[in-house]
């Protein structure tokens, strides 16, 4: 069964990002303050943004004979000067590649600049040793390794000294054909099974999602002001707070780095309108006395995605704050597919998922039948957003796309209604669904991995408590008919997206223990 989305299907515009995101629909002048620094209040106008971006792109053609097609990689934390060099490198014609500045090890960025073909890097001088040992492993030249900021470090200079002061290029143009090939950003997955996967998003994956943002959420404009806090190298950061708020006009404050007493101070600075966040930062929102101490009434939504957000926590943050949560749920390989109904009145939004335009889904078995309603089984998803697939990596590829196109999630569905349930249980502090198949059954059902609250005994006799509490809730086919298994911590990553693929992994291991 293919389930289709509830808006009607929209266009897709078949043009380059930078086309895209400077279009102006809303005529916003060209001194309208866009990006501003959150810490030293450096910004950039919408003007000045075009003009600097188009200078970048000269001088990379112009000094470094960067060409189209080329990769450009940025390893930086989030600041002001980020979308000068991501905007940039696509007005020249090139892909870019955003390496998370959190990876641990030389070996690690060294593979992701080699895979990526990255030619051209560009690299904040907090992360400089690290960074330019793996450049010189991934063989790029000095004279193509640029700094943030003003200063010379060791003969590397800044990447202003490549740009053209009287000179910008037009950006490069694409046919419709070629904005839906052409590969625009390469955003690495987790890696948690293996060597992490560069996903290549194209010019029409990116203006599709931001078209379909802008039907489902029509109130962000010129008069908005956003802040977010999720490294730009992730793609809910990248579209969410990079390019949505760009292409409408809204001013987007910056932070290099995360901590709750300048979040809720340039809230109440700058008279934030729209958060985009993960579940971590609403929990600490509720749970930070410091909270208290800032006004922060000019906010009138957060957007939340990364992993589900339980009932409990979103009702107490409505009742501290009386801001609504909108959630989506999307992947990198999708961005955003799923979003919440924007229909909330005086409390809470309508907790049901809406395909977003143009998008289908369906529900397949483990052995690959189609399902319907109310049936266990992995989300498999297909639309204009869709991944154009792994780089390097054919068979990663279609392994994760059906015969028909559609791209698997490996997200089981129904097991975010049974985890909010779950942890309205006392003693359960996180949660985790998954779905396995049972030989006995002839069909995926549900499992739970719970961490318990410190303070309670981990036993079976409150096991079997938790999975009662749950099973009364639901109808007989949601039952926890896999039990429920223990476990000290739920793998997250850093954005707090649940790792389910390591889960799943565990699991084999995990009931063939307990069946034993």
């Known amino acids: 069964m293919i389930f ?8 897709i515009p078949q043009v380059g990002i930078y086309q895209y995101v400077t279009s102006n629909p809303n005529k916003i002048p060209d001194d309208k303050i866009i990006y501003v620094d959150g810490i030293t209040g450096k910004s950039y106008t919408f003007g000045e943004f075009k003009h600097e971006s188009k200078k970048f792109a000269t001088g ?7 060409k189209r097609g080329d990769v450009l990689a940025i390893f930086s934390s989030n600041q002001v000067d980020y979308p000068i060099i991501l905007f940039g490198a696509i007005a020249a014609g090139g892909k870019v590649t955003m390496t998370n500045p959190k990876f641990k090890t030389i070996e690690e960025l060294s593979y992701l600049l080699t895979d990526s073909g990255a030619s051209v890097l560009v690299v904040h001088p907090e992360f400089f040793e690290a960074v330019i040992e793996a450049s010189i492993n991934a063989k790029i030249p000095t004279s193509r390794v640029l700094l943030f900021d003003d200063q010379e470090i060791n003969g590397y200079k800044p990447y202003r000294s490549i740009m053209i002061c009287d000179h910008e290029i037009e950006p490069i143009n694409y046919t419709p054909e070629e904005a839906k090939s052409t590969t625009a950003y ?5 890696g948690t099974t293996g060597k992490p996967k560069g996903v290549e998003r194209t010019h029409t994956n990116i203006a599709a999602i931001l078209t379909q943002l802008t039907v489902v959420d029509g109130k962000l404009g010129p008069h908005s002001t956003t802040m977010g806090v999720t490294q730009f190298c992730h793609a809910y950061a990248l579209i969410y707070i990079l390019h949505e708020p760009l292409i409408h006009g809204a001013t987007t ?59 409990k926590l979103e009702r107490k943050f ?11 749920y999307g992947l990198t390989e999708m961005c955003t597919v799923l979003r919440n109904p924007d229909t909330m009145k005086n409390a809470v939004p309508d907790s049901s998922w809406i395909l977003l335009p143009n998008m289908k889904a369906k529900i397949l078995s483990e052995d690959g039948r189609e399902l319907g309603y109310n049936e266990l089984g992995e989300l498999c998803v297909h639309g204009p957003t869709t991944m154009k697939g792994y780089l390097n990596n054919k068979k990663a590829t279609d392994a994760v796309f059906d015969k028909d196109r559609f791209c698997k999630t490996g997200d089981i569905v129904i097991p975010s209604e049974l985890e909010s ?11 985790i669904v998954l779905g396995y198949y049972s030989e006995e059954e002839a069909t995926e059902i549900p499992i739970a991995y719970v961490v318990i609250k410190n ?11 938790i999975q009662f509490f749950v099973d009364e809730k639901v109808e007989p086919h949601k039952k926890l008919r896999g039990g429920i298994l223990l476990i000290d911590k739920i793998p997250k990553s850093e954005t707090g997206k649940i790792l389910r693929i390591h889960l799943k992994e565990k699991l084999k291991n995990d009931k063939r223990i ?3």
């Open 60 to 66: 990379l053609q112009d000094n470094l004979g960067f």
């Open 514 to 516: 307990k069946m034993n």
């Open 186 to 190: 390469i955003i690495y997955s987790s």
């Open 318 to 328: 409505y009742e501290m704050f009386k801001i609504p949560i909108l959630q989506a």
């Open 253 to 311: 404050i910056i932070h290099s780095n995360f901590n709750m007493e300048t979040f809720c101070e340039s809230i109440q600075k700058y008279k934030i309108t729209r958060i985009y966040a993960t579940v971590q930062t609403i929990f600490e929102l509720v749970n930070d006395p410091l909270t208290q101490n800032f006004d922060l009434s000019s906010v009138n939504r957060i957007i939340s995605t990364a992993s589900q957000l339980n009932d």
């Open 4 to 11: 289709k989305s509830k808006y009607p299907d929209i266009k």
């Open 421 to 431: 349930i779950l942890l309205t249980h006392d003693a359960v502090i996180d949660a």
């Open 455 to 465: 303070g309670y005994e981990q036993s079976q006799s409150l096991v079997r408590e």
